[in-house]
């Protein structure tokens, strides 16, 4: 079967949906380029079970109508196929490990926007909780009604059970749904990271510093207007 789709090709074919599962074909790259937003929508929604779903669907529906029989390739090629899945999990490994360092210093990040913004709120000013204060910054937490950084999630600073806590330093053991996902599917998951994680950060790398001297600018303009309210 020729893999160069052409629109006429598609339209004499009464059967040319099935090219969507032959590999390599147009259709095939269309539907690879759908369901890989999919996957990345599914992890940043933590939707992990709809992901690994489609992939199954997917090599099952290329084994039936594409003639993709993964099983009798690894059958065939032992050797070549531990290579190949040893080195896609081994980069997947290193991966996550990048992958949890910007996760744990985005949290920070979030939980340092999350303070400055509660300090303001009670016209305090610096980063720091003061002693006497720290009781109403854990009320705080346990109460608000914010949501994990850009995303409408659960208060991640929270641990639920018998009596709620404020515990705010990530564990590796929680969130081992979401590190295997890095793991397993690391091409798409490190697309995203640079298009999303490395360049918003960049972006708020500038903006804050570009905040610093937007500042400076704004006091010096309106130095000495102080003098018209009491201290």
């Known amino acids: 079967m020729d893999t160069?789709?052409?629109?006429?090709?598609?339209?004499?074919?009464?059967?040319?949906?099935?090219?969507?599962?032959?590999?390599?074909?147009?259709?095939?790259?269309?539907?690879?380029?759908?369901?890989?937003?999919?996957?990345?929508y599914a992890l940043e929604r933590e939707r992990y079970w709809g992901m690994g779903a489609l992939f199954l669907a997917t090599f099952a529906a290329m084994w039936v109508f594409g003639g993709v029989n993964v099983l009798a390739w690894i059958v065939a090629n032992p050797w070549m196929a531990l290579a190949i899945f040893g080195g896609y999990f081994l980069i997947g490994a290193v991966f996550s490990l990048i992958k949890w360092v910007l996760f744990v210093t985005g949290r920070r990040h979030d939980y340092e926007d999350l303070k400055v913004a509660w300090l303001r709120s009670i016209d305090q000013g610096g980063t720091a909780i003061p002693a006497n204060m720290r009781g109403d910054w854990e009320k705080h937490l346990l109460d608000t009604t914010e949501h994990d950084g850009r995303y409408d999630r659960k208060k991640w600073w929270v641990q639920l059970g018998r009596k709620k806590k404020v515990r705010i330093v990530p564990i590796a053991w929680e969130h081992k749904s979401r590190i295997t996902a890095w793991i397993t599917v690391w091409p798409w998951s490190a697309f995203w990271t640079i298009f999303d994680d490395i360049i918003i950060r960049i972006g708020e790398a500038i903006q804050t510093a570009l905040a610093k001297v937007m500042d400076a600018i704004a006091r010096k303009a309106f130095s000495g207007t102080d003098e018209d309210f009491d201290k």
């Open 4 to 40: 160069m789709l052409t629109t006429a090709a598609v339209a004499a074919d009464p059967a040319w949906y099935m090219l969507v599962f032959v590999p390599f074909t147009l259709l095939w790259w269309v539907w690879i380029g759908i369901a890989s937003i999919y996957v990345i």
